[in-house]
């Protein structure tokens, strides 16, 4: 359940930033195309930050997720999730090609 939450705050900000963005050709194509998303998976919180970077570097919109330990984590603000992209296929698949399927 805890894992559904933290991808459902990643789509939520993802959307909500693209409401407050003009729709860019790989948009558009993300959107008519049905909004496709797959899920890997990290073994670190380091890892979630170096996706952020890299999709930075690229010129790759990213939303990192940051839950507040409300929860879980004891209270503690953790990174859990990211969001990358709407992008075209292989410039998402640059950032996250290398990850396994969660």
Same mark, same amino acid.
């Given at each position: ?38 899920? %890997? ?24 997720? %940051? ?14 999730? +990211?969001? %990358? ?6 410039? +998402?698949?640059? +950032? ?7």
């Amino acid at each position: 359940g805890a894992l559904l939450a933290q991808s459902g705050y990643t789509y939520d900000a993802e959307k909500g930033e693209l409401n407050h963005v003009r729709m860019d050709k790989d948009t558009l194509a993300w959107l008519e195309g049905g909004a496709a998303k797959i899920c %890997v998976k990290v073994d670190s919180e380091q890892a979630l930050y170096d996706l952020k970077r890299k999709a930075g570097e690229a010129g790759i919109r990213s939303c990192l997720i %940051v839950d507040d330990g409300l929860t879980m984590f004891h209270g503690v603000k953790t990174p859990t999730c +990211i969001a %990358v992209g709407p992008a075209a296929a292989t410039e +998402i698949d640059f +950032i996250t090609g290398g990850l396994p399927l969660y």
